[in-house]
Each structure stands twice: as structure tokens, then as C-alpha cells.
């Protein structure tokens, strides 16, 4: 793997990451196909959005299809019939969503399938194997996670060493590193120094990238942003950095300014099943009854297929479409995941070329200005966090 940063910018680079898949820009937002496949897109609908790079989960397929299955088809890209990358997570979020059916120890966490409740040790060195099995691009380090709000600070400081630990047997079971690139977790909850105790020892364990673990788990959003802008400083400039699980617009936005530049959630798709787009003007419930007389595109000048057929001489997708089938039929999911996807993806884009223009902050700036109706609606979180990195929304 190899990372190259295209323009210095006052704020944060852009970069090109090689891949053995090809290419992807930074920064980047990756749609969530936890079980190998996308809810609602078939490989080519997610192909068309421009996505280079999608995650895949190991604890799930370690499930199933199951290692054998894998094996034999030769991966996780031709299970999926996907020609670009596949980022594989370890396992260890599920310590946090399945902890009723999880016990952590030393050697590795015992699950309970939820699909039969049969018993499952997953220890670094088992999800290492799983993941060159999968032949993920980008694989990442079994760690101990434990939910950010967690008062115990010993269990914390237990998770961090351990996660460390775990590190170094990932290490080495890892077959493929030629092929496969493995990324560190940094743990430590909330509290600060912890967070840099552990990035400084990961980092000397020297992997390709870095990922920041453990947040969106229910802390504020000044908390999370403080985790994020005491790491990067320490991060080398030619290495990845990757803050799991964030997925919402103004924390995209905001965590690249922090210095962040690839992230993940099921968000997208998740609300898309509920009705919901996501547009430059905020979310729009399309259940509401309001939109049953609404002949106009999902979101007007947005390049999804859904909105573009109209300007490529097709009768369009409209608003009234799919309000109309939002409660009874899969098709408004489907059409609202594609809307959704390319909107995350979108908006990466652009960040991206304001970056390579060196209008971030201007671009920043406006992009807040289109989401809210007046400035004193800003979020308190962001209007401060930006102002960590001389970027100020109120200045007009």
C-alpha cells in the first residue's frame, strides 16, 4: 500500500491511496456491506456511485458463509462479485453490540452465534485468518472495545494494553502483508492521555494505517472531537487515518478538518429504510404526507441515478414515488440507499477538490450555511471544534 498526499493544505491534506484493488481518493467515506452486500444496491448500483472501497465485517462472515466457504470461492471480492477494495473490521465492535453474548478475555472473546447460539472464540489470531481468508485490502487488528461512556477506567486502561497486545498477535499471524494491509486501533475511551499513551505505542509497531477506535458510542460530540484532535497531531503525514463508525455529514466535514480521512457507518442505508434522504438542506422524511404532491427529484442537481434519469431524458424519481411506497414496498429503500450512498460519497468529493483548491475552509463554511437557516442554529460542538483548527463559522 502506498499513500501519497497531494497538496499541503492549511488545514489537512488530500491523498491518493494505492490499493491492491486501485486507486482510492482521501478523503473518504466507505458504505457499511456488513454481511458482504450493501442492503438495497446490487455491486454495480454501488459500483456507479463511485465507490472504490466498502467494508466488510469478519465476525459475520466468519458466521457466514464461513471460512470454508470462503476459501473455496477464493474471497471475499468474488462472494460479492466486487472488483474494488474491501476493508474488513476484526470483530471487536461486536464486544460493544453483542456484549450479552460475549465474554473478553485474554486469550480472545467468546461469542454466541446469534444465528444458532453456538460458541465462537475469536482471539487476533483467529480473525487475522479469517481476514486473509476474506483477502480484504485493508484488514484491521482484533482489539478490546468498550464503550466510551464506561465509568470504569481500570476496565479502560485494561482494554487499551490489551488491544496493544492483541496487536502484536495479529502481527504475527499476518501471511499476507504483501497483499493485505493491516491497520492499528488506537483505544483509550475519553480520556486524552490514555489516547496518547496508546497511539504512541502503536505507532511503533510501525502497521500501514491507523484507526481510531471506540468513539460514536454515545459520547457528546465535544468529547469525540477532542479524542480526534489530540491524535492526529501524532499521526504521520503518509499513513491513513481512519476514525471508525462516523457517518453523519457535519462530523464527516468537521473530522476531516481535524485531520481524519477515512470513516464508516451503516447510517446511510440504516435511515434510508426509514424513509429518510439525506440532502444538502438536512434530512427529508419522504413518509411525510406533504411529499404525496411532490413531483420534484429526490434532491434537485444531485448526480444519483434516482435524480439524474430526469436530466438524461427518463421520467425521473420523484418525491410523491416514494412516499407512496416508503411504507409498503422495498423499492423506496432501495432508491433512498443509492440517494444516500452517493450523497455520503459525494460530499467526500467535494471536500476533496476544496482541498486540492485550498478553499476548505470556504467550502466549510458554506457547507454549514446550506444546513442551517441562520448561524445561531450552528451546533456548538462544531462551531468550537473548528475553531481548534482556525476555522471560524461565525466570521462572516
Known amino acids: 500500500m502506498a499513500l501519497s498526499r497531494l497538496n499541503l493544505s492549511p488545514v489537512v491534506p488530500a491523498s491518493v491511496l494505492t490499493l491492491p484493488h486501485g486507486p482510492v481518493n482521501l478523503p473518504i467515506f466507505m458504505p457499511v456491506a456488513t454481511q458482504a452486500t450493501l442492503k438495497g444496491l446490487t455491486p454495480e ?56 453474548l460475549a465474554n473478553i478475555t485474554e486469550e ?4 454466541l452465534s446469534p444465528h444458532d447460539g ?3 472464540l475469536l482471539t487476533p489470531e483467529h480473525s487475522i485468518g479469517l481476514q486473509n481468508t476474506i483477502g480484504s485490502d485493508i484488514i484491521m487488528q482484533l482489539d478490546d472495545v468498550l464503550v466510551t461512556t464506561s465509568p470504569d477506567k481500570t476496565r479502560m486502561r485494561e482494554a487499551m494494553e490489551r488491544s496493544v497486545r492483541w496487536l502484536d498477535r495479529c502481527i504475527a499471524a499476518h501471511t499476507s502483508p504483501e497483499t493485505q494491509n493491516l ?4 483505544q483509550g475511551g475519553l480520556d486524552i ?9 502503536m505507532l511503533k509497531r510501525d502497521t500501514p494505517g491507523i484507526a481510531v477506535g471506540g468513539l460514536s458510542g454515545g459520547e457528546a460530540k465535544d468529547d469525540y472531537c477532542k479524542v480526534v484532535s489530540a491524535i492526529t497531531p501524532m499521526l504521520p503525514d503518509l499513513k491513513p487515518r ?5 457517518g453523519y455529514p457535519e462530523d464527516l466535514v468537521v473530522s476531516v478538518a481535524l485531520g481524519a480521512d477515512m470513516f464508516d457507518c451503516v447510517w446511510p442505508t440504516r435511515t434510508a429504510r426509514f424513509g429518510n434522504a439525506i440532502t444538502s438542506k438536512g434530512m427529508l422524511n ?20 434516482c435524480c439524474r434519469s430526469r436530466d438524461e431524458g427518463g421520467l425521473g424519481v420523484t418525491r410523491s414515488f416514494i412516499n407512496h411506497n416508503a411504507a409498503k414496498e422495498t423499492v423506496a429503500a432501495h432508491l433512498l440507499s443509492i440517494h444516500n450512498v ?14 486540492v483548491q485550498d478553499r476548505f475552509p470556504a467550502f466549510i463554511r458554506q457547507f454549514f450555511a446550506d444546513l442551517y437557516p441562520t448561524p445561531a442554529q450552528y451546533p456548538k460542538w462544531a462551531v468550537d471544534a473548528l475553531k481548534v483548527v482556525n476555522i471560524d463559522l461565525m466570521d462572516d
Open 193 to 201: 492521555e490514555m489516547r496518547r499513551e496508546c497511539t504512541e505505542k
Open 286 to 305: 419522504l413518509r411525510n404526507a406533504k411529499h404525496m404532491h411532490d413531483f420534484g427529484p429526490i434532491e434537485e442537481g444531485c448526480g444519483c441515478t
Open 242 to 246: 481512519y476514525v471508525m463508525g462516523i
Open 118 to 120: 453456538t460458541p465462537m
Open 342 to 355: 452517493w450523497y455520503q460519497l459525494e460530499l467526500m468529493r467535494q471536500v476533496r477538490q476544496s482541498i
Open 45 to 100: 448500483q454501488l459500483e456507479d456511485t463511485g465507490c472504490r472501497l466498502c467494508l466488510n465485517n469478519t465476525y459475520h462472515l466468519g458466521l457466514k458463509p464461513g471460512q470454508d466457504v470462503l476459501a473455496a470461492l477464493g474471497g471475499a471480492h468474488r462472494l460479492q462479485g466486487w472488483k474494488h477494495n474491501i476493508l474488513t473490521d476484526s470483530g471487536g465492535f461486536q464486544m460493544v453490540s453483542l456484549l450479552k
Open 183 to 186: 491497520f492499528c486501533i488506537i
Open 108 to 111: 480472545g472473546v467468546r461469542f
